[in-house]
């Protein structure tokens, strides 16, 4: 099975887990104190549907722009992924997705699953919430290492023959120039080892793109649809902005993810066009079924609960494992304290820039 296959198959099928599950949020009705938005002042139907036209709109530039703009800075010598600059801006956007999980999608979860419209039992007797985002992050987990795994068994065999074929010309050589030749060898399989280690990053940084694209779909899907069903003017109004700079940002991180795992022309659109259409997708979709959603319902509280709490330990575990830990315990940031240190700030100025805004979004 090729790489580009095995990257298919990673995204599809939860994709088409998603849009299964998005119906079933209008199947059950609500009870009468759950799920509906009070009348008032905010509450203003044509208001709300001019307010959700334009953040489809102004989302969408922000996405595209977001996760772009990595991918244009490319050529600009001071942004190249071998320079310093880019480590610390993939720092800054790692902080940005690493406060997503645990600051806006995890939350977002507690109030789902441990809403007073659920039953007592079961879901206010045990934490579900995190019981999932555990089991989402072991998951994950699971697929960073069996990724890793395929890849490196279809390998080994062209490996070993490659070792085999450098290793056999010294049985044939005398002691006179088989030092020389054995000197060449040696150079020969070292090059080839750090050629395949180039490979197996490569590899795994188009893991990590996916697994993040994955993560954030989810979410961006699950707080467009909460959007597009509102029809209160006082909350749209500001979370559009909010959920602007959301996009911005977060499109920043996953682009330069994106960037590492230097996919061709055709996956990187793939990728740019689902992560920018998410949010307009789910903001569209609540407009639709804004006449039979509702989002305290038994049935839309879980689904979305649980969407939610698996994203938050995906968002999670990529943030902490594939991104950071694997960036300030490699040996570019190992080798420069002072480097380490600009890169710790940026973490810290992400994580809390986008904290800040768990209070709007």
């Known amino acids: ?64 722009m ?11 010598p001071a942004l190249h992924p071998d320079r310093n600059l880019f480590v610390v801006v993939k ?17 977002d979860s507690f109030n789902d699953l441990q809403s007073p419209c659920l039953p007592e039992n079961p879901w206010h007797k045990f934490p579900f919430t995190t019981f999932i985002a555990m089991l989402s992050a072991i998951f994950t987990l699971l697929v ?11 390998k080994k065999g062209s490996s070993d023959a490659a070792v085999v074929s450098s290793e056999s010309p010294m049985e044939f050589h005398g002691h006179g120039h088989g030092h020389g030749h054995g000197h060449s060898v040696a150079m020969e399989v070292v090059g080839h080892d750090l050629e395949e280690n180039k490979k197996v990053a490569l590899r795994r940084n188009r893991v990590i793109a996916q ?14 649809l909460g959007m597009g069903a509102s029809q209160n003017v006082c909350m749209i109004r500001p979370l559009v902005a909010a959920l602007c700079f959301h996009q911005l940002f977060e499109g920043m991180g996953l682009g330069g993810c994106i960037l590492q795992a230097e996919y061709g022309l ?38 979305v609960g649980v969407l939610n709490a698996s994203s938050a330990g995906l ?23 002072r480097l380490q240190m ?7 100025l992400g994580a809390g820039g986008m904290s800040i805004m768990a209070k709007w979004a």
Do not use: W
Not at 211 to 224: A, N, R, Y
Not at 271 to 298: E, K, Q
Not at 316 to 337: C, E, H, I, K, W
């Open 66 to 76: 977001g996760v772009c703009l990595p991918l244009v800075t490319k050529s600009v």
């Open 91 to 107: 720092a800054f956007a790692s902080g940005v997705i690493l406060a997503t999980g645990y600051m806006h999608v995890l939350p």
């Open 1 to 64: 099975m090729s790489t580009y296959k095995v990257n298919q198959t990673l995204t599809l099928p939860f994709s088409l887990l998603l849009l299964l599950l998005l119906p079933s949020l209008c199947l059950a009705t609500s009870p009468e104190d759950c799920g509906v938005e009070t009348e008032g002042t905010c509450h203003n139907k044509l208001k709300a549907l001019r307010l959700k036209v334009i953040a489809i709109a102004t989302i969408l530039i922000a996405s595209m």
């Open 211 to 224: 697994v993040l694209e994955l993560g954030i779909v989810v979410h961006s899907v699950v707080i467009g």
């Open 266 to 303: 055709k996956m990187k659109s793939i990728l740019v066009f689902f992560f920018s259409v998410t949010t307009p997708f789910g903001i569209a979709l609540g407009i639709a079924l804004s006449n039979v959603y509702r989002d305290g319902s038994p049935t839309a509280l879980i689904v």
């Open 144 to 154: 960073d290492s069996l990724m890793l795994t395929f890849y490196n068994r279809n």
């Open 342 to 348: 600009v890169a710790f700030a940026a973490v810290l």
């Open 315 to 337: 968002l999670n575990y990529t943030a902490l494992v594939d991104l950071l830990s694997a960036d300030f315990l490699g040996p570019r940031l190992q080798g420069n304290v």
